[in-house]
């Protein structure tokens, strides 16, 4: 399992020059098993402001595809899974599969106001679309349960 | 066997053989009933099939299967966690749990937020599930048989229908109407059922059924626990109280006049 590689190579393309926006954030751990580390997960950035950000989150969740036969029982892995959807979910990127939200890092440099973030992904691909235990503490309120029960004659 | 289903109805069936009471792209459950007693035109559940269809990165397919006399407290393969292949591990959030040997297992699947309880009172199976409504809801809407054939979304289809005042679901206090099953009047079987649920209690009615249609006590005590599942897996606004169902619609267990 080589989740460790995975992140150090986040951890390096969040860290080095000219990933301002992401700096601003503070800085950026990897996901370790206590979830994301580090203050990027504070707040709604635009969508153009996390263009990089969730460029390196995309290459983040390959790198963990990939090793996803080897790390199945690897709570680091798991927990990296999980931390990155969280990640990208918070920061608008639009999932792992599509093209880079709000345009690119164009607009990092522009004056204009932040254009609206992007619709969020559709209802059926929450809970169940995640990794496992996504769901324990992503669950729905009460109101959101189905209950059916078959008894007696 | 009495269905409660996730809109909240409850209907009173007499389907025979096996019969799908869940099936989405995550969840497949099947029921197999049989007649009670010779004769009898109710039947109650003896096997029951569970199919976790498996995610990637979480789990590959595992299927439950109980019957009477049976409830193991493992998977077919005979592991008790989801995993991938032939391992098992906790983080794949399917796991199998034995309450009370031989009587009681309930499953819980975290990665879609979903449990089931499968209990074995007297000869025959009760099953429970709670599910967020996405996931109950995650079938083809495009197939027209898709929703029709689970139990758990349209009930009983009419014609498996039974008439619980013609079973002679209870008197209303009023004194019975003479129709017996077994050693039971409308009168001892409500006494008997109130000695387990309230009269309030959303099952109440279908152990005054049960009892009357059978004589078998052991259906009052499955009534008790169906509605001890309800109590603990059911949304709270998901409970209707019988006065409630006696308002319902076509199928909702309504006192005899």
């Known amino acids: 399992c080589r989740i460790l590689k995975c992140n150090s190579e986040f951890v390096a393309a969040t860290s080095g020059p000219g990933r301002s926006s992401v700096e ?101 691909a929450g809970p169940v679309r995640r990794a496992c235990g996504a769901t324990r503490a992503r669950a729905p309120p009460a109101g959101a349960y189905r209950y059916c029960g078959l008894s007696g004659d | 066997p009495h269905v409660r289903t996730f809109p909240g109805g409850m209907h009173a069936c007499r389907v025979a053989g096996a019969w799908p009471l869940v099936d989405n792209e995550h969840v497949h459950v099947q029921a197999t009933s049989v007649p009670v007693y010779g004769g009898a035109t109710a039947t109650a559940t003896s096997k029951l099939t569970i199919i976790f269809k498996g995610q990637q990165h979480c789990t590959d397919e595992r299927v439950y299967h109980a019957e009477t006399d049976d409830l193991p407290a493992a998977f077919v393969d005979g592991t008790k966690m989801g995993g991938l292949g032939r391992r098992q591990y906790a983080a794949s959030g399917l796991l199998v749990t034995e309450k009370v040997p031989g009587r009681h297992v309930e499953i819980s699947a975290v990665y879609i937020g979903t449990t089931v309880a499968v209990r074995q009172v007297g000869r025959y199976l009760t099953f429970a599930i709670r599910t967020p409504a996405h996931v109950a809801e995650a079938y083809d809407h495009d197939e027209s048989l898709g929703q029709a054939l689970q139990l758990c979304w349209r009930g009983c289809p009419g014609t498996e229908r039974l008439d619980q005042e013609a079973g002679g679901a209870g008197d209303g206090g009023g004194g019975g109407d003479g129709r ?56 709270p606004l998901a409970v209707v109280s019988s006065r409630e169902q006696r308002g319902g619609g076509p199928g909702a267990l309504r006192p005899s006049a």
């Open chain 2, 180 to 235: 017996t099953a077994g050693v039971f009047t409308a009168r001892t079987a409500r006494a008997a059922c109130e000695e387990r649920l309230s009269v309030d209690d959303p099952y109440f009615e279908t152990c005054v059924f049960d009892l009357l249609t059978t004589g078998d006590l052991s259906f009052a005590q499955a009534a008790a626990f169906a509605s001890q599942d309800a109590v603990e897996l059911a949304p």
């Open chain 1, 24 to 124: 601003d954030g503070g800085g950026v751990a990897a996901v370790g098993p206590a979830g994301p580390v580090g203050p990027i997960g504070r707040g709604r950035p635009s969508p153009g402001s996390a263009a990089p950000l969730c460029a390196a989150l995309r290459a983040y969740s390959a790198c963990t595809r990939r090793t996803s036969r080897a790390c199945r029982g690897d709570l680091a892995y798991h927990s990296a899974v999980l931390g990155i959807e969280d990640l990208m979910a918070q920061n608008a990127c639009g999932g792992t599969s599509a093209v880079a939200a709000g345009g690119g890092g164009g607009r990092l440099a522009s004056s204009e106001p932040s254009p609206p973030p992007p619709p969020a992904p559709p209802a059926r």
